[in-house]
């Protein structure tokens, strides 16, 4: 499984870097990270009181924003509808093989995600792109144990934050159910020097460097 992330990691990193060069938007000594993005989450529950999935929605940078609709909507420049939702379909299949990019516990144990539905893609008054989906465990997770979700690519070629503001929310809790986000812990010397020394390069500072940086997400219920 990390092996496949890292490579979709390097692939979208080289669509970023061939996208930067057509609008020359990319400097010589552009650092890790080199996508950002910033996240939104649902936490979902089904009837019987069980998690059965997230909903996601990311906004990427305006670099990765102006790659992914460069050369929709023609002349007028307007994404249609149509060319947004196979913009969006494109973009959870590749995510689906990185388990989008979305590590969730409970009780301990991995939990593992269903292919996406209800997907669409959005572009707010600066051209930002929002990739909203949701996304499906494949048997629903007790709330009743521990249960925590991080949202990150390992290797950090793609930078994953939440939002500073209500950056995650419950849907169909039951009763008593309380939601938090506890911040990574200030990297250590040695992390910061790997990072330091990637600046520049299309090297990752560390195959697990992400989760170092990845906030957690926790969800308690009674």
Known sequence: MLQRIMSISRVLFALI???ALGLGALKPARAHPHV???VKTIVLFGPDGKI???????????????????????????????ELTELA????????EASFFTFARAG????????????????DSKKLVTL???????????????????????TYFVAFDFEKQAPVSLRGAPAGCSVSVSEP???????????????????????DFGLKLASRVIVACP
């Open 17 to 19: 870097f061939a996208a």
């Open 36 to 38: 950002f993005v910033a």
């Open 52 to 82: 059965s999935g997230v909903r996601h929605s990311w906004t990427f940078d305006d670099m990765y924003s102006a790659f992914a609709t460069q050369g929709l909507g023609g002349k007028s420049g307007k994404p249609s509808a149509a």
């Open 89 to 96: 379909k494109v973009n959870v299949e590749q995510l689906e």
């Open 108 to 123: 301990g144990r991995p939990v593992e995600f269903a292919p996406a539905f209800d997907y669409s893609i959005t572009l």
């Open 132 to 154: 909203h989906f949701t996304a499906p465990f494949k048997a629903p997770a007790s709330a009743g144990k521990a249960f925590a979700v991080q949202v990150y690519d390992p």
């Open 185 to 207: 812990p200030p990297l250590l010397p040695e992390d910061k020097g790997k990072l330091n020394d990637s600046l520049g390069t299309n090297v990752s500072p560390g195959a």
